[in-house]
C-alpha cells in the first residue's frame, strides 16, 4: 500500500515537472511531425504501396521520437540531483522503475496519440469502425509498454555516459525490433480493418512481461550502488 | 548504556583492487554528535553514504537503528537525512515548491507555518517564490539546509555542510545541529574545519586511508592530535 | 611514484602473460596435428584418400598457397621479433587464423570426390557453420558470465564476459560475411531482406555491436562491469524473442536452410562439418584465452588508476 503511495506520488512528481515546461513532450511531438513530413518526401505515401509502407511510417515514427522520452527520463538539467534525492527517499528501487516506466509510458503515449490523429489526417487514413480503431490503440499501447520497458532500464544505464543518447539508441534499437515488427504486422491488420491475430498479441505480451520483469531486476542492480552507476 | 543508534562490524568497501574503507568499527550512541575528518580520499564520504544506502558495502554489517541496512534499506532511509552540496529538487522549481515535492516524498506532513519558519531560519523568506536555478552557491546550500529542516530524521549525516556559507550560514549549521543533538538526535558531521568541528561535536573520528587511526571524544585539546594524524 | 610500479608491473606481467600463451600455442598445435591424424585415420578406408593429392591440392590451390607462403613469412617475422625481445601476440594470432583456415580447407577437400564434384559451394559450410556454432557458444558464455558477475562482483568474470562479446562478435562477423560471399555466388545476391534467419543473424550482430561498443564507451570500470553485465543479460534474453518474432512476421520464404539435416548429405558431410566445430571452437577458445590475459592486463593499470579518481571525488558525483 506505502509502495503504491510513493508510486503514485513519484507519478505525480513527474508530471509537475514535465508541465513546468513540456519539453519532453514537446521535443517528442515536434520530432514526430518532422519525421512524417521528411517521409513525405522519401516515399510517395498516397501510391499504391498501401497501409503496409503507412504501418511502418508510423512505428518508425513512434520508435524515432519515443527514443527522445526514455531518453529524457534520466537525462537534463539536474536531473542527477533530483535521482540522488529519490535514491534517499524512502521509496524502494522497483517502486522506482515501475513509476519511471509509467511516467515515461504516459509521455510516449501523448506524444503517440497526437502523431496518430495527424497523420490520420495527412495520409487520409480512415478506420472502419471503432473496433478497428480499438484493436489499433491496444497495439499502440502494448508495443509502447515494451517500448518503455527495456528503455528506461537503458536509459538509466547511459544517463551519466558523454553522448550516451546515441549509445542509447544503439543498444535500444536492436532490441526494439521484435516488438517493432509484431507491432507494425498488428497495426497493418487493424488499418485494414481485420482482426488481430493470437501471434502477434502473443509476442508483444511476451516481450512485454519479459522485459517488464528482467528491467525491474536489472533496474535495480544498475541504481544499488550509486556511486558505480 | 543505551543501545547504539548506528552499530557498523567490519564495514568494507572496495573499488576495484583498492579499498576505499575497510574494517570499520563503529558504534555510536543516540544523541550523539560526532566530527568526521580526513583528507580528500580518506573514505569519510563514501561511509556517510554507505550509511545513507547510495552505496552497497563489499563486506560488513551495519544496523542503522536496529534496522540491518542490507535488508530494510528502505526503511533505514526514512530515519537518515543525507545533506550533499546540492539540493535534490527541480532546478526549475520554485523553492516553495520544491519543498513541497521534498516533503512529499519523504512522506513529510506539510504545514504552511512550519514552512515559513523554517525558511525564515534559513533566511531565504523573501525568495521562497525564485526559481532554484538562480540561486547561487551559498543559497543553494541553504536550500539544502532547509530541506534539512524540514524533515525529522533521527540521524543527520552532514557532508562539509559548511562550504559556500557566509559566517551567518555557518552558524545556521551550528544551530542545526545544537537543536538536533538536543532533541535527541545523532548527527555525523563531515568538516576540514577542525575548530569549528571539534567545538560542534562530542565525539570525532579521523579517517585516513580508508580506516578509523583516531577516534576519541571531543575537547579542544584535541586539536593538536587530529591535526598531527591528518598529517 | 606508485603509478610507475604499477606500470612497470604490469610490462612484466605482460611478458610472462606472452610466454604463457606461446607454451599454450604450443598445446593447441599439438590437439590440431592429433585431430588431422584422427582425421587421416578417418578418411583412410576412403578409397580417394591419397595423402600425396592433398598435398599437390594444397600447393595447386591458391588458398594453400596464401597458407604455405604466409606460414613461413610468419615463422621468420616471429623468430626476428622473439630475437628483438617484442611482444609477438599479433603474429601468433594471424599464425593461428591462417592455420585454423587452411586447416580447414584441408578439411573440406578431404571429402570423397563424389561430393566435391556438387561443386565447391559447400565448401561454405565447413568455415560457415561452425562460425555460428561458436559464435552462439561465446554468446552464450556471455551472459553466464554476466550473470556470475552480477552474483559475485568478482571483475574476473567481467573480463571473461567482455572477452566473450568480443569473440563473439568476430565469429558473428565472420558468419555473416562468409555467408553473405557465398550467398552472392549461389543466390546471386548479398543479401536477402525477407529470410528470418539472414535477419536474426544481421540483428544478433547489430546487438552485440552495441554491447562492445559499451564495453568501449564507459570509462569508469565500475560503472562499465555492471551496465555491460546488465546489457549482456537483456541482448541474451532478447535471442529468442528475436527469432520468433522474424519467424512469425517477415514476409519473405527462407531462402536459408533452416535445419542442415534438411540438405542433401552424407555422413563424410556431417561427420567433416562437426569436426570443423570443434576445430574452430577450439581455435576461437585459443582468442579468447589470449584476448582474456591482455584485458588483465589492461584492467590492473586502468583500474587502479581509477580508484585513486573516485576516492578524491568522493563528494562529488556527476
Redesign the interface.
Known amino acids: 500500500m506505502k509502495a503504491l503511495r510513493s508510486y503514485a506520488r513519484l507519478i505525480y512528481w513527474d508530471w509537475v515537472r514535465e508541465a513546468k515546461r513540456l519539453d519532453t513532450i514537446l521535443s517528442m511531438l515536434l520530432f514526430a511531425m518532422i519525421t512524417l513530413m521528411i517521409f513525405s518526401f522519401a516515399i510517395d505515401p498516397m501510391s499504391e504501396t498501401g497501409v503496409r509502407v503507412r504501418a511502418g511510417m508510423i512505428w518508425l515514427t513512434f520508435l524515432l521520437s519515443g527514443a527522445i522520452g526514455i531518453d529524457r527520463a534520466f537525462r537534463g538539467d539536474g536531473a542527477?540531483s533530483v535521482l540522488?534525492g529519490i535514491l534517499l527517499a524512502p521509496v524502494s528501487r522497483v517502486t522506482l522503475y515501475y513509476a519511471k516506466v509509467t511516467s515515461t509510458f504516459l509521455f510516449v503515449v501523448v506524444m503517440e496519440a497526437i502523431t496518430l490523429f495527424v497523420f490520420c489526417l495527412l495520409y487520409d487514413v480512415e478506420f472502419e469502425s471503432a473496433a478497428a480503431l480499438g484493436r489499433m490503440i491496444v497495439i499502440i499501447l502494448l508495443g509502447t509498454i515494451g517500448f518503455v520497458s527495456?528503455g528506461v532500464?537503458?536509459s538509466a544505464?547511459t544517463r551519466?555516459?558523454k553522448?550516451?543518447e546515441v549509445?542509447l539508441r544503439?543498444?535500444l534499437?536492436?532490441?526494439m525490433?521484435?516488438?517493432f515488427?509484431?507491432a507494425?504486422?498488428a497495426t497493418k491488420f487493424a488499418l485494414a480493418g481485420d482482426e488481430l491475430t493470437m501471434?502477434?498479441l502473443v509476442?508483444v505480451g511476451?516481450?512485454d512481461l519479459?522485459?517488464l520483469a528482467?528491467g525491474q531486476i536489472?533496474f535495480e542492480?544498475?541504481l544499488s550502488?550509486?556511486?558505480?552507476? | 548504556m543505551t543501545a547504539a543508534v548506528i552499530e557498523v562490524h567490519d564495514l568494507g568497501k572496495r573499488?576495484?583492487?583498492?579499498d576505499?574503507l575497510r574494517g570499520i568499527d563503529l558504534s555510536i550512541e543516540p544523541g550523539c554528535s560526532v566530527a568526521l575528518f580526513g583528507h580528500?580520499?580518506s573514505?569519510?564520504?563514501?561511509f556517510l553514504k554507505l550509511l545513507a544506502t547510495l552505496l552497497k558495502p563489499?563486506t560488513g554489517r551495519v544496523t542503522v537503528a536496529g534496522l540491518d541496512l542490507a535488508r530494510r534499506s528502505c526503511a533505514v532511509r526514512a530515519r537518515v537525512s543525507l545533506l550533499?552540496?546540492r539540493p535534490f529538487f527541480p532546478p526549475r522549481f520554485s523553492l516553495e515548491e520544491g519543498l513541497r515535492y521534498f516533503t512529499d516524498l519523504y512522506e513529510q506532513p506539510w504545514d504552511e507555518q512550519s514552512m515559513k519558519s523554517v525558511l525564515e531560519r534559513v533566511g531565504l523568506r523573501r525568495r521562497r517564490l525564485d526559481p532554484l536555478n538562480t540561486f547561487s552557491r551559498g543559497m543553494a546550500q541553504r536550500a539544502s539546509l532547509a530541506c534539512v529542516l524540514s524533515r525529522d530524521a533521527e540521524i543527520l549525516l552532514l557532508?562539509?555542510p559548511y562550504t559556500g556559507l557566509d559566517p551567518d550560514g555557518c552558524a545556521l549549521v551550528d544551530s542545526i545541529v545544537d537543536d538536533h543533538s538536543a532533541a535527541g538526535g545523532t548527527t555525523l558531521l563531515v568538516t576540514h574545519e577542525v575548530d569549528r568541528g571539534l567545538r560542534r561535536s562530542d565525539r570525532s573520528i579521523v579517517f585516513r586511508g580508508g580506516r578509523v587511526v583516531l577516534d576519541e571524544p571531543s575537547s579542544p585539546e584535541l586539536k593538536d592530535a587530529v591535526l598531527e594524524v591528518l598529517g | 611514484m606508485s603509478n610507475s610500479t604499477t606500470v612497470a608491473a604490469g610490462h612484466t606481467r605482460t611478458t610472462h602473460e606472452a610466454r604463457r600463451s606461446r607454451q599454450f600455442l604450443f598445446r593447441f598445435g599439438v590437439v590440431i596435428l592429433s585431430l588431422i591424424g584422427i582425421r587421416m585415420l578417418m578418411a583412410w578406408d576412403e578409397s580417394t584418400w591419397i595423402p600425396w593429392t592433398y598435398a599437390k591440392m594444397t600447393w595447386e590451390h591458391p588458398a594453400g598457397q596464401l597458407y604455405l607462403v604466409g606460414t613461413v613469412v610468419l615463422l621468420g617475422l616471429g623468430f626476428v621479433f622473439r630475437r628483438a625481445g617484442r611482444d609477438t601476440f599479433g603474429l601468433h594470432a594471424l599464425q593461428v587464423m591462417l592455420g585454423a583456415v587452411s586447416l580447414n580447407w584441408l578439411i573440406a577437400t578431404a571429402l570423397p570426390l563424389s561430393i566435391k564434384m556438387i561443386g565447391s559451394s559447400y565448401l561454405i559450410f565447413f568455415y560457415h557453420f561452425p562460425a555460428a556454432m561458436s559464435c552462439f557458444v561465446f554468446f552464450t558464455l556471455l551472459m553466464v558470465f554476466s550473470i556470475a558477475y552480477?552474483v559475485q562482483?568478482d571483475?574476473l568474470w567481467d573480463r571473461c564476459a567482455r572477452t566473450s562479446g568480443q569473440i563473439g562478435f568476430l565469429a558473428c562477423t565472420i558468419v555473416l560475411t562468409t555467408g553473405s560471399t557465398w550467398a552472392s555466388a549461389a543466390w546471386n545476391s548479398w543479401w536477402v531482406w525477407d529470410d528470418p534467419r539472414l535477419m536474426s543473424a544481421a540483428?544478433m550482430w547489430?546487438?552485440y555491436?552495441?554491447y562492445v561498443?559499451?564495453q568501449m564507451?564507459?570509462d569508469?570500470?565500475?560503472?562499465r562491469r555492471?551496465?555491460c553485465?546488465?546489457?549482456g543479460?537483456?541482448?541474451f534474453?532478447?535471442l529468442p524473442?528475436?527469432h520468433?518474432?522474424?519467424q512469425?512476421?517477415?514476409q519473405g520464404e527462407v531462402s536459408h536452410p533452416m535445419k542442415f539435416s534438411d540438405m542433401a548429405s552424407n555422413d563424410w558431410i556431417t561427420y567433416t562439418r562437426w569436426f570443423g566445430v570443434i576445430v574452430f571452437v577450439g581455435f576461437y577458445s585459443i582468442l579468447f584465452r589470449w584476448r582474456l590475459a591482455r584485458e588483465g592486463t589492461r584492467d590492473?593499470l586502468h583500474?587502479?588508476l581509477?580508484?585513486?579518481r573516485?576516492?578524491?571525488e568522493?563528494?562529488?558525483?556527476?
Open positions: 542527477e540522488q527495456v532500464t537503458l544505464m551519466t555516459i553522448g550516451g549509445l544503439i543498444l534499437f536492436p532490441l525490433i521484435p516488438v515488427a509484431a507494425v504486422d501471434k502477434q509476442l511476451a516481450f519479459v522485459y528482467a536489472l542492480v544498475i550502488d550509486y556511486d558505480a552507476s | 573499488y576495484g583492487e583498492r576505499a580528500n580520499g573514505g569519510k564520504t563514501t563489499t550533499l552540496d557532508d562539509e | 552480477l562482483d571483475p540483428i547489430l546487438t555491436a552495441g561498443m559499451l564507451q564507459l569508469d570500470p565500475y560503472k555492471r551496465f553485465a546488465v546489457f543479460i537483456i541482448a534474453l532478447n524473442i528475436v520468433y518474432a522474424i512469425w512476421f517477415s590492473r583500474e587502479s581509477w580508484a585513486v573516485r576516492l578524491e568522493g563528494a562529488h558525483i556527476r
